[in-house]
């Protein structure tokens, strides 16, 4: 009598065979999990780029811009009241706290001025003149003739000044504006400033 020899196939011996089509279909599952990941990597990065940026602009350049606001407000406030308020043709020089040389900058305490839109290099002319000054990436105000400042500046200031009507019997008013601009910012805010101040000056200070 024959004896029927019996052979462990594959999967009785405990190994498992991958026929071509499952190899398929686990590559292809893998490369679709990739593409996935890949896309949300790509989405978490512009969102830490934007992340950066508005800490770039809410920490560091408001900081500053703080700063430079309130150090011009004070300067203005420490004008004196009587003689930057006259014309400007006889104002002394200490009127003038643009840094900028040129014929028609000292306008002192006069009405006049504006906080918008940005002017990014000195002004030849315009509302802008005599108030306004441009500051280095250091906050170092940038003097001189108009002529001799190059180059875009880091920071902007610009201030308005307006005359109130006084209370009966009160003192003279001046309510002052400035508004820094920072055109060093990751990004910067769309043209308007990253901070902007109010104070009033009266007479007798």
Known sequence: M?????????????????????????LL???VALAIAAIGLGGLCGVLLQATAT????????TRATIYAQDKIEKLLSLDFAGCSQFASLQPAACNTTGISDAGWTEGLLAGGEVGP??????????SV????????????????CSRISGPAS???????????????GPALKQITVAVYAEGAVSPLGGKPI???????????
Not at 130 to 145: A, E, P, V
Not at 155 to 169: C, E, S
């Open 29 to 31: 599952e893998t490369m």
């Open 55 to 62: 800490s770039q602009n809410q920490g560091k350049e408001r």
């Open 118 to 127: 940005v002017q990014t290099t000195c002004a030849a002319s315009g509302v």
């Open 155 to 169: 920071y902007v200031r610009m201030w308005t000044i307006t005359d109130l009507a006084p209370f009966t019997g």
């Open 2 to 26: 024959r004896e029927s020899v019996h052979r462990k196939g594959p999967r009785e011996e405990g190994t498992v065979v991958l026929r071509p089509s499952a190899k398929g279909v686990t």
């Open 130 to 145: 005599g108030y306004m000054d441009l500051l280095d990436s250091n906050g170092t105000q940038l003097s001189g003739s």
């Open 195 to 205: 901070v902007e101040v109010t104070s009033v000056l009266s007479n007798p200070q």
